[in-house]
């Protein structure tokens, strides 16, 4: 495995993870039928990106898995400590 490309993967693991969040967050607030047509679109791009990501190379894919499972509480952290220090 190639280190960079491990790297590179997890950065793109990251990415996908924040964007999908921040999707459904938005679809949260929205109407039933484009919550329902969003939800659709939404696990059809993620089916189709595991998909590549597991065609593609050993390296490529233990990046991926490690950029999507680091970045929730990492992300839920940086949140947390931003809330506590924004506070005057």
Not at 9 to 35: K, Q
Not at 67 to 79: A, Q, S
């Amino acid at each position: 495995m190639d280190t960079l490309t491990v790297l590179a993967s997890a950065a793109f693991g990251s990415t996908l993870c924040l964007t999908t969040l921040s999707t459904l967050r938005w679809l949260d607030r929205a109407t039933s039928p484009t919550r329902i047509i969003g939800l659709v679109v939404t696990a059809l791009v993620l089916c189709a990106t595991v998909a590549v990501i597991a065609d593609a190379s050993r390296g490529v894919v233990v990046g991926f898995i490690a950029g999507g499972l680091i970045t929730p509480p990492v992300h839920r952290w940086i949140v947390h400590r931003r809330g506590n220090t924004a506070r005057p």
